[in-house]
């Protein structure tokens, strides 16, 4: 069993999102596809496996965090496609059956491969108790993102703010059904970016998220009428960093970025 780990929303390797990616003929049981997750320890690995021709998807994805499978990730998505690219297995759209729907994956010929996603639907939430302690700073406004992608999203007054976070992790568990995105306006406004985020998983087992491309289903809606643009680029200011460019299309956002195999192996046991 060929295990690839692919760095994802990056150009460059050891930095952006690492993703576990293993393209089978068929899905184990459960037990197994969280044990191989565990074992990989990245924030998700994704498992594939190709479809009959004629349908309305091409592969089967599925997508496991080291304790638990989730309903949507942007990262691990862009990772699959990659492999599938780079490896010659696909050359052009890719259609994903997931908990999520259909997802498809096209390669674009700079090079990056642009994902369409469902938009997160927001709601302004007027009061959260605990959110400004867990984090450790003060909202200007607080959104709920929807139970597809479960998380809260916190935006904070500015990207200094964002950048110097120190959550209580255990009192930010609490505090959603995911996770919690802090997000600001760049500090910069002719900068390489257009706003900055921070994604903090600890309830799915991910303290802080490298870069998530779930969350920029709820980044695009949120900052795109702010700042007058369909058409955006995110800084995921986490250690490693990387950059997502988001296309507002309704109830599509469509998420841009690069990948590369960073290592590639085989699973013994």
């Keep these: 069993m060929r295990i690839r780990i692919v760095d994802a929303f990056t150009d460059r390797p050891f930095a952006g999102n690492p993703a576990g990616v293993l393209l089978l003929d068929a899905f184990p049981d459960d037990a197994r596809l969280q044990d191989i997750a565990t074992e990989i320890n990245h924030a998700e690995t994704a498992f594939a496996h190709p479809l009959p021709a004629g349908g309305t998807a091409d592969w089967a994805l599925r997508w496991f965090t080291p304790s638990t499978e989730v309903d949507m990730c942007g990262h691990a998505t862009l990772a699959t496609a990659h492999v599938l690219h780079s490896t010659g297995v696909a050359d052009g759209p890719v259609r994903f059956a997931t908990r999520s729907g259909l997802l498809v994956a096209t390669p674009r010929e700079d090079g990056t491969i642009t994902l369409d996603f469902p938009t997160a639907p927001l709601t302004r939430i007027d009061s959260l108790e605990g959110v400004a302690a867990a984090l450790g700073a003060e909202p200007l406004s607080v959104h709920d993102t929807g139970r597809q992608v479960g998380d809260l999203l916190v935006e904070l007054a ?112």
């Design 158 to 269: 500015d990207e200094k703010t964002v950048h110097a976070l120190a959550p209580d992790l255990k009192a930010l568990a609490a505090c959603s059904e995911r996770g919690v995105i802090a997000t600001a306006r760049a500090a910069d406004p002719d900068g390489a970016y257009d706003f900055v985020s921070r994604c903090f998983f600890p309830r799915v087992g991910i303290d802080e998220d490298p870069v998530t491309g779930s969350a920029h289903t709820a980044l695009a809606p949120f900052w795109s009428p702010r700042l007058g643009r369909a058409e955006l680029t995110g800084l995921q200011a986490s250690a490693r960093t990387g950059f997502v460019r988001t296309e507002l299309r309704g109830d599509r956002t469509l998420l841009t970025g690069r990948a590369v195999t960073v290592i590639e192996g085989d699973l013994l046991a």
